[in-house]
């Protein structure tokens, strides 16, 4: 079956670059149905929509990141990694990557990975 | 503050019928279908209901979600301990187009 797993620092200090990769494993990557995102948690609150690519190279993104956000993808590796600028401890949170579908009866994430904790600090 | 307002908690004995309401705008819940996901601590969010009141293969039957004008709801019936989880209700939204999660409601069973 599908699975997805995050990749990425676990502590940056405030202002530097934020990485992560998801790997996805165990079925197809490029389904034109098929779109991937990144959803972050920060501690004690709720989840937060990060931004979403299709494999087309289509993208969205929550406004609230004000385009510090970038989600790029690499079929020939069946993986899409998340970039996000000035990180401040607001960016702290665990990261999860997922796997959306939309077709005509569905739109929804349905696969998700373990997370990854990302701590900022000086 | 979410776009999408849930009650911060909810609760109910084993047993008993407990529904969480998802409220939001003519932009999200109003032109959009509305997805239920159940998060356990420590564990990645599940997918409990899409497009409003269907239940992916595996997820019992007690879960249920409705939805009406700019409103959703998901009901659990015959509670059990296991549900005691964060569930969150989510849809896209026109205005901001992107995807917006409810500030989710914190499910105890007494």
């Known amino acids: 079956q599908v699975q997805l797993q995050e990749s990425g620092p676990g502590l940056l200090k405030p202002s530097q670059t934020l990485s992560l990769t998801c790997l996805v494993s165990?079925?197809?990557?490029?389904?034109?149905?098929?779109?991937w995102t990144w959803i972050r948690q920060p501690a004690g609150k709720g989840l937060e929509w990060i931004g979403r690519i299709f494999t087309t190279g289509t993208t969205n993104y929550n406004p609230s990141l004000k385009s510090r956000g970038t989600i790029s993808v690499d079929t020939s590796k069946s993986q899409f990694s998340l970039r996000l600028t000035s990180v401040t401890a607001a960016d702290a949170a665990v990261y999860y990557c997922?796997?959306?579908?939309?077709?005509?009866?569905?739109?929804?994430?349905?696969?998700w990975g373990p997370g990854t904790k990302v701590a900022v600090s000086s | 503050q979410s776009v999408l307002t849930q009650p911060p908690s909810a609760s109910g004995t084993p047993g008993q019928r407990v529904t969480i309401s998802c409220s939001g705008s003519?932009?999200?819940?109003?032109?959009?279908?509305v997805n239920w996901y159940q998060h356990l601590p420590g564990a990645a969010p599940k997918l409990l209901i899409f497009?409003?009141?269907q239940r992916p293969s595996g997820v019992p039957d007690r879960f249920s979600g409705s939805k009406s004008g700019t409103s959703a709801s998901l009901a659990i019936t015959g509670l059990q301990s296991e549900d005691e989880a964060d569930y969150y209700c989510?849809?896209?939204?026109?205005?901001?187009?992107?995807?917006?999660f409810g500030g989710g409601t914190k499910l105890t069973v007494l």
């Open positions: 003519r932009s999200n819940i109003g032109s959009n279908s």
């Open positions: 497009t409003n009141n």
């Open positions: 989510t849809s896209w939204d026109e205005s901001l187009n992107g995807l917006i």
């Open positions: 165990g079925g197809s990557f490029s389904r034109n149905s098929y779109y």
């Open positions: 997922a796997r959306g579908v939309v077709s005509a009866r569905f739109d929804a994430i349905d696969i």
